[in-house]
């Protein structure tokens, strides 16, 4: 039912659709992803729910990046119908109705009018929702779904979210309804960012730099974990941004080696140093940046030793992105540096060196690379609408392509404590014995680095250029 080769020869075509001047998705741009996407049907009936309204008062509401991108509407409880027959496109956008009482807590909503003038696209009340999908489903017309996970990694998961609770209602009234998913069409679109896009993207790489450059004159010891959040944030919020992309992540310590560590309560003391995954959302878009400092401004000579690797890591890395690359060519020279650094530590035996895992630890495989306890997360994802976007190279053939944005991402964590999860075996008991002294003169060293860039035809571009990630350049900024 879905072409994806005529989805391909639109993506071009989308990708130039805005010139970069002034940062803005148009309506047009709007327009033309979702013919894009409707191009790939013969004819059916596509549904798309936006978020809920939040039952909470903290954090505030936030569309979904499938709704935002095809429709721009940033009101809750939306929901986007687009109907193909006869080779003619319709659309029409599903919108709260009035409610008097309401809309003294959280303002007046638009009118289906107004939504028709901004948009292009027919609107109805949502109330007449399920009663309009309904009676297309009737007349014989297939259903296409795209999913309203809140996360492109949280699709093949998703059970709870109001999208997949109206398609089982929508199955149980039709038995036998066959319901496609072009969840992964409207995803090969958003895959390749276009010029204005990436020109959005810079302008959120920039306003977290501000915030990174803020706090290096701000760490010292006694000083608390939220007060460089507090002073982050503040920093983004100062230069125009929306929030902050995710839970900022800013650990001291021992906390420096938790990945997404986000309380940020604790004190930091002299020796130690402090990973802050912190990074704004501008106009939708995620920017993702990570930096670890000294907290007392200048790296010890173990700290000094794994961060160097980390950043020779990134610089690996950076040296294979361009177009027509297979992506695992990008994470075999992260690891392959990773794992020589931890051997010249003595933390590894060897880059094939390997252990008994617990349960999960290494998926389903029955040994794992000794690396893999010091750098268990993936090397980059792709960026975006979402921290964690689609990209080009998530499928065949598995190559970076112009357009597509994305961090890379090294770390190395070293908590002691995670030799106590390993099970008692003669292989990990001689590995144990041997690194137990090294995980102690190591011990609570977490160093992260994380850049945002974009694949250009020329190579790669980094958006985070401006914030300071050598070891010479973070220490003399410290001192200033």
């Not at 066959?178 to 992964?184: I, L, S, Y």
């Not at 944030?233 to 100062?238: A, G, L, S, V």
């Amino acid at each position: 039912m879905f072409s994806m080769h005529v989805l391909v020869n639109t993506l071009l075509a989308i990708a130039c659709a805005t010139p970069p001047a002034g940062a803005q998705i148009t309506q047009a741009d709007y327009s033309a992803r979702r013919d894009a996407l409707m191009a790939t049907v013969d004819s059916g009936v596509l549904i798309l729910a936006g978020a809920r309204e939040p039952t909470g008062h903290y954090p505030s509401f936030q569309q979904r990046p499938p709704f935002r991108y095809l429709t721009g509407f940033l009101e809750p409880d939306a929901a986007l119908v687009m109907v193909k027959r006869g080779g003619h496109t319709a659309g029409t956008l599903f919108i709260q109705p009035p409610d008097a009482r309401r809309e003294f807590y959280n303002g007046t909503r638009v009118t289906p009018d107004e939504v028709t003038h901004e948009t292009g696209l027919a609107a109805r009340r949502n109330n007449e929702l399920e009663p309009v999908v309904d009676s297309l489903i009737g007349t014989g017309l297939p259903l296409f779904a795209v999913s309203d996970a809140q996360s492109e990694e949280f699709v093949s998961d998703d059970s709870l979210s109001y999208g997949s609770a109206l398609i089982r209602r929508l199955k149980t009234a039709h038995p036998g309804l066959d319901v496609h998913d072009a969840t992964p069409a409207e995803e090969a679109l958003r895959a390749k960012k276009s010029a204005a896009e990436i020109a959005i993207m810079q302008k959120a790489a920039d306003i977290s730099v501000l915030g990174h450059r803020a706090v290096l004159q701000a760490v010292h010891p006694g000083e608390n974990e939220y007060e460089i959040q507090a002073l982050m944030e503040y920093t983004f919020r100062k230069n125009g941004a929306e929030r902050p992309s995710y839970a900022s992540i800013v650990g001291s310590g021992p906390n420096s080696t938790t990945l997404h560590y986000d309380r940020d309560d604790r004190v930091m003391h002299a020796g130690e140093v402090i990973l802050m995954d912190v990074a704004a959302q501008y106009q939708g878009y995620a920017a993702d940046v990570t930096r670890t400092l000294p907290v007392s401004g200048k790296f010890t000579a173990n700290q000094r030793a794994i961060y160097q690797i980390v950043r020779d890591a990134q610089g690996a890395g950076e040296r294979q992105v361009r177009p027509g690359v297979r992506a695992s060519q990008e994470v075999d020279s992260i690891r392959t540096v990773i794992a020589a650094g931890l051997q010249r530590l003595g933390l590894i035996d060897s880059a094939r060196a390997t252990f008994d895992p617990p349960p999960g630890f290494c998926g389903r495989a029955p040994t794992c690379p000794q690396a893999a306890l010091f750098m268990p997360h993936g090397p980059g994802h792709g960026l975006g609408l979402d921290v964690h976007d689609p990209a080009q190279w998530y499928g065949p053939p598995f190559q970076f392509g112009i357009g597509d944005a994305l961090t890379i991402e090294p770390g190395i964590y070293i908590r002691p404590s995670i030799i106590d999860a390993l099970p008692d075996t003669p292989a990990n008991r001689a590995y144990v014995s041997r690194i137990r002294p090294l995980l102690e003169r190591y011990a609570n060293i977490g160093v992260r680095i994380e850049d945002d860039y974009v694949v250009t035809s020329t190579g790669v571009q980094r958006l985070t250029a401006g914030a300071p990630r050598e070891i010479g350049e973070i220490e003399s900024l410290m001192k200033r």
